[in-house]
């Protein structure tokens, strides 16, 4: 079946700019996990979603950061007045409820300017 | 704090030879240890993982060892072949951490003809 799907793929904007950044899960899926990728590190997490709500959201790094996942399937990372400090490779996951095994998509690569 | 650390950085071994990834982790009640590969401009792979109750398990060429008593866990890759060149990381869940992957901070392979 279909993987995890993230779009757009490559996302330049400019500094001050607000991105939104989507993620569709394997069918079927309940959780849903959020990490970002510096380059040469290891993805780091930010929040996780089981169902409709946000199970855990201790790392996100500040207020300009923000998500959502209404009806507990596709996910949006929402990111206020983008600092170019934000530009990184941002990751998307999802595992079923029961199970660890995390699953992820190919990432979505956002450049500030 | 939680912590994984992962050595080496950086492996170059000739085609048809073993190699061998490591990592330490700081918390002795962790019970999740994934395996990811990730090539260039892609998400993380699952390509295997353990869980605390076990020491070994293997899936063709690829191996996991856990010594829950020295608190690491190892990947070897038997046979190694051009395809197997990319970037591993380690990963542990930490007891009370819900369920988010914390990861190592990667080795790039290079199997060379």
């Known amino acids: 079946g279909a993987g995890v799907s993230q779009t757009p793929s490559n996302k330049v904007t400019e500094k001050g700019k607000y991105v939104e950044l989507r993620c569709d899960p394997i069918s079927g899926h309940t959780a849903l996990y959020w990490y970002r990728q510096s380059l040469g590190q290891g993805p780091e997490f930010l929040i996780y979603f089981q169902g409709t709500g946000a199970a855990d959201d201790s790392g996100l790094p500040n207020d300009r950061f923000f998500a959502v996942r209404p009806e507990g399937s596709v996910s949006t990372l929402k990111i206020q007045r983008t600092e170019r400090g934000d530009s990184a490779v941002y990751l998307c996951?999802?595992?079923?409820?029961?199970?660890?095994?995390?699953?992820f998509g190919p990432g979505t690569r956002l450049t500030v300017l | 704090g939680e912590n994984v650390e992962q050595h080496p950085s950086t492996l170059s071994v000739q085609e048809g030879d073993s190699a061998v990834i490591k990592c330490t982790y700081s918390d002795s009640a962790s019970n999740y240890f994934p395996w990811y590969k990730q090539e260039l401009g892609k998400g993380p792979q699952l390509i295997i993982d353990i869980r605390s109750n076990v020491g070994e398990k293997k899936d063709q060429r690829i191996a996991v060892t856990l010594n829950k008593t020295a608190k690491h866990f190892s990947l070897h890759i038997t046979e190694t072949q051009p395809e197997d060149s990319a970037v591993y990381f380690c990963?542990?869940?930490?007891?009370?951490?819900?369920?988010?992957?914390?990861f190592g901070t990667g080795t790039q392979l290079k199997v060379e003809l």
């Open positions: 996951a999802s595992s079923l409820m029961q199970d660890n095994e995390q699953f």
């Open positions: 990963a542990a869940i930490f007891t009370g951490g819900g369920n988010k992957l914390t």
